[in-house]
């Protein structure tokens, strides 16, 4: 716990040290406070009130001494508290970034915008409002128990053995809730994606099911969810009277023992010694029980909290893509050619293979187009380049530098992307173009602009290039947005182009649109494009085939529609669909 907090402050892990000690400070005054008390008691019994008076000044000023500290280490709570929340998120964001850029599926995506939000408020309560009874709670009562060996060493004695015990009860019931806290943060978060999943495919459900339905999905994760919060409230409840129950036993047991402490004195009559014993020693048992019952009082906030922290501890402890060291990395890529040697890919341990032994030559301004069915491999291959994933086995190289030696920035640089998920921000179509070159001129912007299509987008809205595009380019078409997309991989000027060329996604004019973007970058850049055009794929210098993660054909399109082997064949079929008539050398008519 405390390990994943230091994680979240970074530069400020000292501000949480400072305020345990502070709150374990604060532990030793209470202790304090019932060390005088004694005395003071022990006074009042015998009525000798000039001893008494002063015993109650000096714990006056003692519990004075611990209002006053209790407020400073309140305050120092509450700024850690408020350390979590600013340092804690940026840490968590800072660390996200880092992550490969396959890592993003939606269940994580889920995961994390749960644990910036309601998982990170959950840890900042700790400092803030839980931690300074919890450590106190633990600290006064290891005062308590030394008084109690002074009063008397067996209540001492029978106090120590319960304090294993006690936490043995409590580290079971922590446990126990853990499992439980566990399994409702994953089917809450399951439901938390079922349901953004819900509203963003709404068109497709009112397409299929009609309106107002919920689909099976979002039934199924609200069911589970309620089958472990159900668990989860069975579970805190067992807990808390499991907890309650055990410091109960020891404050009985040390009853008990002070029974049979009196027994052993006088059966009778106690002394007037022995009733001054037996007050103090009642007085002591209450102390030492009374922080305990708080402590376990809030074992549920801190059950919760720990949740969380465990969650955001698996966060950090996943592993971004390594980076090169230095010196004599990372290496710079000597021009803009792409190759693949002997590259194995899978998409984890155990999964099965997606790519097998691509070999691949992309020389520096040529165009190469990937063809396959679906599921071969293209994308895969694709984002490899761009190292959204490290290959399992060969390598990738940009201008004959390992992409796994170049620097992260000096890699992005070398690569601009048209894929067909291309995401937009909240903002106005030129921020989202600017992504691409923040320091690009308005001239630039412009230039971008129009050679993607975007200045006709601009021209029909009120506020041209800087009308809102929407959260996700929601208020834009689907082929506006594959513009803007075009538009911003075209300003960046990158020497690497790596295109997603859309099928459904786009109209005929966006089509002839790429197609007008490949034709002038021609020569002038290295392009890798998934082609679905045959148009697209009569453009490229060379064409791979690819089948079940492998390239089972490779060439120019005039040499592989010549070779009548899959190429050909699917050439036929592709022209027989579109009513396309391909001449010999592979180009359309
Ligand atoms: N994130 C992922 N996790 C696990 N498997 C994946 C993932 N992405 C793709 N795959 C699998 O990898 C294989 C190749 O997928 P890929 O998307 O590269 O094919 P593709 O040729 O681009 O297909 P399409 O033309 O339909 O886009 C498929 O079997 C797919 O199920």
């Known amino acids: 716990m405390l390990k994943t907090l230091n994680l979240l402050l970074g530069e400020q892990a000292p501000l949480l040290r400072r305020y345990a000690w502070m709150a374990a400070l604060y532990g030793v005054l209470c202790g304090l406070c019932t060390a005088l008390l004694l005395p003071l008691m022990a006074q009042l019994l015998q009525a000798q009130w000039r001893g008494a008076g002063a015993w109650l000044l000096a714990l006056l000023a003692a519990v004075v001494l611990a209002w006053w ?36 599926n939606a269940q994580n995506t889920a995961k994390v915008s749960h644990l910036v939000t309601q998982g990170m408020m959950a840890v900042a309560q700790l400092p803030a409002h ?29 106090g120590l053995l319960a304090l294993p015990l006690l936490l043995g009860v409590l580290l079971l019931t922590a446990r126990m809730g853990r499992w439980a806290d566990a399994a409702f943060q994953r089917d809450f978060a399951q439901t938390g994606q079922r349901m953004v999943e819900f509203a963003q ?31 989860l409230i069975a579970v805190s409840a067992l807990s808390s009277v499991l907890n309650v129950w055990a410091v109960q036993a020891v404050f009985a047991a040390l009853l ?43 074992a549920e906030a801190l059950r919760t909290a720990r949740g969380q922290l465990d969650a955001m501890d698996a966060l950090f402890a996943q592993q ?20 693949l040697r002997d590259v194995h890919f899978s998409y984890g341990a155990g999964q099965p293979a997606v790519l097998r032994g691509i070999n691949l030559h992309v020389p520096p301004g040529s165009m190469t187009a990937l063809v396959g069915a679906s599921g071969s491999g293209k994308s895969t291959l694709v984002r490899l380049m761009a190292r959204f994933w490290d290959v399992d086995q060969g390598g990738v190289l940009i201008g004959g530098s390992d992409v796994r030696q170049m620097d992260e ?60 595009v929407g959260e996700g380019g ?37 089509q002839a649109l ?48 010549a070779r009548a082997g899959r190429y050909a064949q699917w050439l036929a079929q592709r022209a027989q669909a579109q009513g396309w008539r391909m001449a010999a050398g592979g180009e359309p008519v």
């Open 256 to 298: 008990v023992a002070v029974v049979i402490g009196i027994d052993q004195h006088s059966a009778q009559v106690l002394a007037p010694g022995q009733v001054i014993g037996t007050v103090l020693s009642m007085l002591l048992i209450s102390r030492f029980v009374e922080p305990l019952l708080e402590l376990v009082g809030y």
């Open 201 to 231: 495919a709404q068109s497709v459900l009112r397409a299929f099911q009609g309106g107002g339905q919920s689909t099976r999905f979002v039934a199924q994760a609200i069911d589970q969810q309620r089958q472990s919060a159900g668990h």
């Open 320 to 339: 971004p893509l390594p980076q090169p060291q230095q010196p004599p990395h990372p290496q710079l890529p000597r021009d803009a050619s792409i190759t």
């Open 69 to 104: 500290w209790r407020g400073r280490v309140e305050q120092a709570g509450v700024g850690v508290g408020v350390a979590v929340l600013q340092t804690g998120r940026h840490r968590l964001g800072a660390h996200v970034a880092r992550l490969p850029m396959g890592w993003f």
């Open 409 to 468: 920035a000096q890699l992005a640089a070398q690569i601009s992307q048209i894929f067909q998920d291309s995401y937009l921000f909240a903002g106005s179509i030129a921020d989202n173009i600017r992504i691409g070159r923040p320091g690009a001129s308005d001239a630039e912007l412009w230039e971008a602009a129009r050679q993607a299509g975007v200045d006709s987008i601009a021209q029909r809205l009120p506020g041209g290039l800087d009308s809102p």
């Open 474 to 510: 929601a208020q834009l078409s689907g082929g506006e947005r594959q513009r803007i997309a075009i538009a911003r991989a075209l300003i960046k000027d990158a020497p690497i182009l790596l295109v997603d060329e859309a099928t459904a996604a786009l109209d005929t004019e966006n």
């Open 130 to 158: 839980v931690f300074t009874p919890v450590i106190s709670g633990v600290v006064a009562p290891l005062v308590v128990l030394a008084l109690l060996f002074v009063q008397d060493w067996r209540l001492g004695l029978v």
């Open 514 to 561: 790429i197609a007008q973007t490949l034709e002038r970058l021609r020569g002038q850049r290295t392009v890798v494009v998934i082609a679905h055009q045959l148009s697209t794929i009569a453009m490229a210098d060379q064409v791979l085939v690819l089948e079940g993660g492998q390239v089972v054909e490779q060439g120019t399109p005039a040499q592989l529609a």
